[in-house]
């Protein structure tokens, strides 16, 4: 299995500004996968990242708003721009297991609020 | 698009089974998940099943498919307090794929 790790696991943020999520992984993957899970609801897809090439976003979800850098095989950001109290929400990093078996991980996710 | 439902409650008292219900409807869905998330904590992958299989069996949990009426459901036997959790059902056509979720099943297990 993989090991995913989020930094920050919570914030507590100001209306307009902006934060920069991070995610590690214990392994290199291909894929990496951003979630939104917006408070009592299911998790939507925001975006798929591979390395060395631009984020695929899903509609509802822009770059703008949601910026994503993946550097490297192991670790990737996700920046949420000019926050609105509507971002507040659970962001979730998702990546596929290392033996391509069909397993999807989580991190723990990063929980903000924007006030 | 791909829709996958599930009912929102289900209660149970401890040491029963609890059955949690999934229906999808993308058929071209291969791989079909079950994560458990417990308050203010991420998503565990409890298992899956890929579309080929009938049924799945790991310990207390057992996963059963219809891929005809694109019907899934979680069977947890012997259900304890710690079992109390949000269930989410989920399904994607690649094995790296995006995943589609359903709105989750609360399950409550009473003393």
């Known amino acids: 299995s993989a090991v995913i790790s989020q930094k920050p696991s919570r914030d507590i943020c100001q209306r307009g500004t902006s934060l920069t999520i991070q995610c590690q992984v214990d392994?290199?993957?291909?894929?990496m996968f951003w979630y939104r899970q917006q408070p009592g609801q299911s998790l939507t897809l925001i975006a798929t990242?591979?390395?060395?090439?631009?984020?695929?976003?899903e509609s509802g979800f822009v770059i703008d708003k949601f910026p994503i850098s993946r550097p490297n095989l192991t670790f990737s950001t996700l920046t949420v721009s000019n926050m609105s109290p509507e971002d507040s929400s659970i962001y979730l990093c998702?990546?596929?297991?290392?033996?391509?078996?069909?397993?999807?991980?989580f991190g723990e996710g990063s929980r903000l609020t924007v006030l | 698009g791909e829709d996958v439902e599930q009912s929102l409650f289900l209660s149970v008292r401890e040491g029963d089974s609890s059955v949690i219900n999934c229906t999808y409807t993308?058929?071209?869905?291969?791989?079909l998940y079950w994560y458990k998330q417990e308050p203010g904590a991420g998503l565990q992958l409890l298992t899956y099943?890929?579309?080929?299989?009938d049924m799945k069996q790991d310990q207390r949990l057992t996963v059963l498919l219809n891929k005809k009426d694109k019907h899934l459901s979680l069977r947890i036997a012997d259900t304890q307090t710690g079992d109390s959790a949000i269930y989410f059902c989920?399904?994607?056509?690649?094995?790296?794929?995006?995943?589609?979720f359903g709105q989750g099943t609360i399950l409550t297990v009473h003393p």
């Open positions: 990242a591979n390395q060395g090439s631009e984020a695929t976003y």
């Open positions: 989920a399904e994607t056509p690649t094995s790296y794929g995006k995943l589609t």
């Open positions: 998702s990546v596929s297991g290392t033996a391509n078996t069909g397993e999807l991980f």
């Open positions: 993308d058929s071209s869905s291969t791989y």
């Open positions: 099943i890929f579309s080929n299989m």
């Open positions: 392994s290199q993957v291909t894929m």
